[in-house]
């Protein structure tokens, strides 16, 4: 078989354990991303078998249709917004998700960004290279609010680390995700615009699909406190686009911390 695993920057796919069970098939491994779906059908014209990596390339059915030797898309998420699945099942086009992976990556990287901005980690280590020694304070989490939205997967491991940081952990959702945050022993915001409002720190954990993209828009931005950071470990679309540069620069939020792009690899 002929397989073509797309998108993997780090090079990591070739070091996985099951990377053996592969022996005796051909396969071949991009580390960038190809944006132009023209040039992507030239690179995958071959391929039976195509893995891709969470989001980073869309297979509209323009791209479907250009590959006929096709025969499985799998990927390393379960969200497969990304992917025109009805192109692909009239072509008898199997579509696969890993879609109980672990939380925690995740998590743990949204916690990465909540300390880094609020103790200015970055900016020290920079400044410590530079020859300077302690610029800033930094900001506690004790006693803050925390707003999580959505009380998910992730958002569950995002809220149960606040609470263990003393935080104030408000959540917002769909009535599922809200209910379960209730369960957990979480409080739910009353209204969208308390949500926005209240938190000191706001943290997104929503799957991107036709429903939620754009789903935070100007108006909820502008609500936010000029002390409050906003992070995005989710999809960059989730906010309205232009709005979270616009609303920085007006001052609401004061702060963002993100590790996703509206169009991906910068």
Known sequence: MKIAVIDDYQDAFRKLDCYARLKGHEVIVYHDT???????????????????TQQRSRFPRAL??????????????????????????????????????????????????????????PYEVQRLKEGHWQSTLGEGLQGKVL????????????????KAFEMRVTCFG???????????????????????????????????????????????????????LIVNTSRAPLIEEGALVEALKQGRPGRAAVDVYEDEPV
Request: charged share 25%.
């Open 174 to 228: 769909r009535e599922a995700s809200t209910a379960r945050a209730r369960e957990a022993g979480f409080e739910v915001a009353g209204s969208r615009e308390e949500f926005f409002a209240s938190a000191d720190v706001l943290t997104l954990h929503l799957p991107l699909n036709a429903e939620t993209r754009g789903i935070v828009k100007r108006a909820d931005l502008a609500r936010m406190k000029p002390t409050a």
């Open 64 to 121: 479907v249709e250009r590959l006929p030797k096709l025969k499985l898309i799998s990927q390393t998420g379960g969200n497969v917004a990304h992917i025109d699945v009805a192109a692909c099942t009239e072509r008898g086009v199997l579509v696969s998700g890993a879609g109980r992976g672990s939380s925690n990556a995740t998590a743990e990287l949204t916690w990465g960004l909540i300390l880094s901005a609020l103790r200015s980690i």
């Open 34 to 52: 190809e944006k132009d779906p023209v040039k992507l059908a030239g690179r995958l014209k071959d391929a039976e078998i195509v893995l891709l």
């Open 147 to 162: 707003g999580v939205y959505a009380y998910g997967k992730i958002g569950s491991v995002v809220a149960r680390v606040g």
